[in-house]
């Protein structure tokens, strides 16, 4: 296992010293592992908290800023954060207006999302939690009972972020997410496994000329395993998927997402065959990310995740937004 770190028991807390030293506009809580908008809550402001276990970045801290997240709580590689964690986040954030956990569905994120929100409760702050749950490969999975959440969750806390910078209540804003999460869907593609440094060996295996399709963003499982084929037919497999669930036709948001491992040229041409494909269907995308923004350490592979936009969903994308990961119009 060859890794820029320092040992593996430090790996999340030196990284996260790497975070504050990297961004002033954070403020990083390395003991407890939370990270909030430097300057402390917004009063009157509905405070967006999301979390989850390190190893996906720059999810969930890179998306902490204006527009989008005002807290991000990190767990070990892999592994969730506890509602202590969680809690401290939901603290530091609240503005009087009430706070949304937006919450990947694995199990023990909701539970201890779950866990967090009762505690808030007993404190006397209002929190209203989503559950993400877009990805299409598989119903239930070695994390999850239902669909795992995945690339949605970045459309989620993006698109919610924006109608909270805006004053919308926390009614809105927990609809608004619910909204996104609905619209959109996702489906993984792994060429290679990844190595957890505390584990020191690959996750799983592939053949030579194997890949996994419908890869969770941990390692898990997918639909099926099968020969490398060129990136029409993988751009093809993923969208059947996806239109299986929902219409790719009007105007669409639409993430080619890199799993850590996968140069930003491969990347370029798998959305170059999403968008034929999705044109081919009567669809038009109007918003676009390509690059990484939910990984698995060293993973190669892709996901694509479609959103059907409507008027406001695109105005609320195209809103300001200034977090490490993401950054336009302002």
């Given at each position: ?76 590689v ?50 209203a ?99 490398m ?38 990347l ?13 269907r ?29 008027d ?10 200034d ?8």
């Amino acid at each position: 296992m060859k890794k820029l770190i320092n040992s593996v028991d430090s790996v999340v807390t030196d990284a996260l010293k790497g975070v504050a030293a990297a961004h002033p506009s954070l403020t990083v809580d390395v003991e407890n592992k939370v990270i909030t908008r430097a300057g402390g809550p917004t009063q009157g402001k509905v405070g967006l908290v999301s979390g989850g276990g390190a190893g996906h970045e720059p999810l969930h801290g890179g998306f902490v800023g204006y527009g989008m997240l005002d807290a991000a709580c990190p767990g070990e590689v892999f592994t969730s954060p506890v509602p202590d964690q969680m809690l401290q986040a939901t603290k530091a954030v609240n503005g009087g207006a009430g706070v949304l956990h937006i919450v990947k569905n694995y199990t023990g994120d909701v539970l201890n999302f779950q866990m967090a929100a009762e505690l808030a409760d007993d404190e006397g702050i209002e929190v209203a939690s989503v559950v993400i749950d877009d990805d299409v490969a598989v119903q239930d999975s070695l994390y999850t009972a239902g669909r795992r959440g995945v690339g949605a969750t970045v459309f989620a806390e993006k698109i919610a972020g924006a109608l909270a910078e805006e004053g919308g209540d926390l009614t809105a804003v927990a609809a608004m997410a619910r909204e996104v999460n609905e619209r959109s869907r996702s489906f993984g593609v792994a060429l290679s496994s990844c190595i957890v440094p505390a584990a020191g060996k690959p996750t799983f295996e592939l053949g030579d000329s194997e890949i996994e399709l419908g890869i969770g963003i941990h390692g898990e499982p997918g639909r099926t395993r099968g020969p490398m084929r060129p990136a029409s037919e993988l751009a093809a497999v993923a969208l059947d998927a996806i239109a299986a669930d929902i219409p790719l036709d009007g105007e669409l948001l639409v993430m080619v997402n890199g799993m850590g491992g996968t140069p930003l040229i491969e990347l370029y041409v798998m959305y170059e065959e999403v968008a034929r494909t999705i044109a081919a269907r009567g669809g038009r995308i109007a918003r676009n990310l390509v690059g990484n923004y939910i990984t698995s350490l060293e993973m190669q592979g892709f996901s694509v995740t479609v959103c059907g936009l409507t008027d406001q969903l695109t105005r609320l994308w195209d809103a300001p937004v200034d977090t490490p990961a993401l950054r336009w119009g302002r």
